[in-house]
């Protein structure tokens, strides 16, 4: 089986905030981040992923609503770990709930869950999703005391933050790829599939061919930019071509 992509709209609707942001039922507004998770199935994603923030800044709930009426392909929800959010779930019904750190500063997300630190919290909302047949993956750094209590708490994926990869240089590069390689091959181990996200683009995805086990990569902010330039389906299927190498694909 190939690789995985889950392609993140939420830049879409970033775009569409930039202007609409007081007036979300205009029809006139643009772009729409379920059109364009139309066209990126179309062009070879696999699943779509969103993430309804606490602040709303980018999606709302609406677009998750609608988004889970119009699209039939496997959603990833992502979620800050909060009772609003799991009620949002809830009603979306996502195949799978990524739980994610959220601070309302951050200009993204910007570290990785602390699982281990926050067991009893997540055991919570992990058990009330999994009953509702809702599979859960946690976000979290690539670290073994994470991966082992991501797999402590049953999670069925973790999805390993490249964030520190994507943004070292050099030497500390070469360092970030053992960690997330460590990490994967402990969640392998530990029976937990392993994605990875966050800050992957067209040049850094051919690095992260060392790090074997990753099923899934989420990739959105650089499917987005490029779109600017060569169209949003011509975005999705280059980074799909460059994924098809994938040499650990099962
Ligand atoms: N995975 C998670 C859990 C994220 O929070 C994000 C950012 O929204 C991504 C993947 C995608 O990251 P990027 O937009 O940098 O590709």
Redesign the pocket.
């Known amino acids: 089986m190939q690789q995985l992509l889950g392609v993140?709209v939420?830049?879409v609707a970033t775009l569409r905030q930039a202007r609409y942001r007081e007036d979300p039922d205009n029809f006139n507004a643009e772009p729409d981040p379920v059109e364009a998770a139309k066209v990126a199935l179309a062009a070879g994603a696999d699943s779509i992923?969103i993430?309804v923030r606490g602040d709303r800044r980018h999606l709302q709930d609406a677009d998750a609503i609608r988004m889970r009426q119009e699209i039939k392909a496997p959603i990833n929800l992502?979620l800050g770990n909060t009772k609003e959010m799991l009620d949002l779930a809830l009603k979306v019904r996502p195949e799978f709930a990524?739980i994610?750190p959220e601070t309302r500063e951050e200009v993204?997300?910007e570290g990785g869950l602390d699982a281990a630190g926050r067991f009893d919290e997540l055991r919570e909302t992990i058990e009330t999703l999994q009953k509702e047949g809702i599979k859960v993956s946690l976000?979290i750094d690539p670290d073994p005391e994470q991966v082992e209590a991501s797999a402590k708490l049953g999670a069925e994926m973790i999805?390993l933050h490249t964030g520190a990869f994507a943004n070292a240089q050099g030497v500390q590069r070469q360092e970030e790829i053992e960690r997330l390689k460590a990490a994967a091959i402990l969640g392998e181990s530990l029976e937990i599939q392993v994605n990875a996200?966050?800050?992957?683009n067209y040049d850094n995805l051919r690095e992260l061919d060392q790090v074997p086990h990753l099923t899934e990569l989420?990739?959105?902010?650089?499917i987005v930019s490029r779109a600017i330039f060569v169209g949003f389906a011509q975005a999705v299927r280059e980074i799909r071509e460059l994924m098809n190498a994938y040499p650990h694909a099962r």
């Open positions: 993140n939420d830049h992923t993430h992502e990524c994610v993204t997300t976000f999805e996200g966050h800050g992957i989420n990739i959105g902010h650089s």
